[in-house]
Structure formats: structure tokens, C-alpha cells
């Protein structure tokens, strides 16, 4: 069964600090790997996608990493700002799936003062 | 703004009514995805359409139907409503049904009294 675990299911840290959150997947054949940020109420909205020749891929303070062998994909997050408070959310492709995407729970990030 | 509209924002209704959610997805998008989002749940996957036509179920109960139109704008009927149903709805569309990029529009809160 596709299956995508994230990890912490919850992260508080102090503003400027950095942190990782963590994406494990069962999905295959692998087709691509995508971390949203999800602001409270709002939709989420596409942070990076990665296919299976890219192992890193950054956005502004936001890099993620992809093991295809491991399967396993960190989402880094530099410098934190109160505004990074989110749900971010790891979605994986199946190249046979259909359509269908995989979506993970989210990892709730809470950036303090 | 994702380019995706929905509508409408804000819905309160009462147990056993129906209720239609109306999503325009961004121009040139031919696919459309519908997701449930229930109180600290993650997205479920509800149903996919590409072009019209039908292309991927997911959890959609029986009493929830969905159908695009041949200008691409897309529908979630909710009938019988209950309790339990009350979510925030999104809709997300992209250009190809199973690579491209998942843009998300604000979503629908519908409330079930």
C-alpha cells in the first residue's frame, strides 16, 4: 500500500533557528515528491517538486533533499521566520497510480519569539 | 492567488440538506482535484477529473458526487448532509493530471448544524 509517514507530527522552535522535517514514503514505482505549506484556513500552496534525478531542490530559505534509495525526502527550513508557522505536507506520485497523489498528515510547525 | 476560485468561501447549513461547492480552476488547467480536510486531519483525496471526464476516485462517500463542465469548471455536490461532514473543501487544479503541479484555491468551509 502507497503510504507517506512525516515526521515530527508537531515542531516549536524560536525564531531565526533552523530546523528539518521529515518525509518517509512506501509509494512506487516513484514519479515525483512535493512539499506544500499549508497556512492555517488556506490552501496549500507548492513549495518544491522533485523527480527522481533530483536529490536537492531549493526555494528562497527552503531546501528539500530526495534519497530515491531510501526513500526518504527532508524538507530544511533556514533562518526561521513567524511567518514560517505552518502545516507542511509531503504529497508522492506514483508513476502507476492512476492519478492519484499520496498525501502525508503534515508536520504543524510553530515558530516562537 | 493560486488563480484558482472557489466558492463559496463560507457555508452553514443544516443535517439531511444538500449543498453544491463550485471550483474555476486556473486557465489552461484541464484537471481538477476535490479534497476534505476535517478538523487537524490531513487531505483526503475525493475525486479527480481530467477534461471532463472522470480519472481517479478516492474516499468520496456515496452521497457526495462531483462533475466538470465542458468550460472546466468543476462541482462537489454534498447530499444528506451530516455532522460529520462539516470540512473545509478544496479544490486544486493543474495542467497535466499526473505530474503537473497542484495549484490549491482557498477552499470552502462548510459548517453542518
Known amino acids: 500500500k502507497n503510504q507517506v509517514e512525516q515526521s515530527p507530527q508537531s515542531l516549536i522552535i524560536l525564531e531565526g533557528k533552523n530546523c528539518t522535517l521529515q518525509?518517509?514514503?512506501?509509494?512506487?514505482?516513484?514519479?515525483?515528491l512535493r512539499w506544500y505549506k499549508q497556512d492555517t484556513g488556506r490552501g496549500p500552496v507548492s513549495l518544491t517538486i522533485m523527480t527522481f534525478s533530483e536529490n536537492t531542490k531549493s526555494n528562497g530559505r527552503y531546501t528539500a533533499t530526495l534519497d530515491a534509495d531510501t526513500k526518504q525526502s527532508s524538507l530544511h527550513i533556514t533562518a526561521s521566520q513567524l511567518s514560517d508557522s505552518a502545516s507542511y505536507i509531503c504529497v508522492v506520485s506514483a508513476s502507476n497510480s492512476g492519478y492519484a497523489l499520496n498525501f502525508g498528515k503534515g508536520t504543524s510547525l510553530l515558530v516562537t519569539p | 492567488d493560486s488563480g484558482v476560485t472557489q466558492t463559496p468561501k463560507h457555508l452553514i447549513t443544516a443535517t439531511g440538506q444538500r449543498v453544491t461547492l463550485r471550483c474555476s480552476p486556473r486557465s489552461g488547467d484541464l484537471s481538477v482535484y476535490w479534497y476534505q480536510q476535517s478538523l487537524d486531519q490531513g487531505l483526503q483525496f475525493l475525486i479527480q477529473?481530467?477534461?471532463?471526464?472522470?480519472?481517479a476516485k478516492g474516499n468520496i462517500l456515496e452521497r457526495f458526487s462531483a462533475q466538470q463542465f465542458p468550460d472546466l469548471h468543476s462541482e462537489l455536490n454534498l447530499s444528506s448532509l451530516e455532522l460529520g461532514d462539516s470540512a473545509l473543501y478544496f479544490c486544486a487544479s493543474s495542467v497535466e493530471a499526473r505530474t503537473g503541479e497542484l495549484f490549491f484555491g482557498e477552499g470552502s468551509r462548510l459548517t453542518v448544524l
Open positions: 477529473y481530467y477534461n471532463g471526464e472522470e480519472r
Open positions: 518525509c518517509n514514503y512506501t509509494v512506487s514505482p516513484f514519479s515525483n
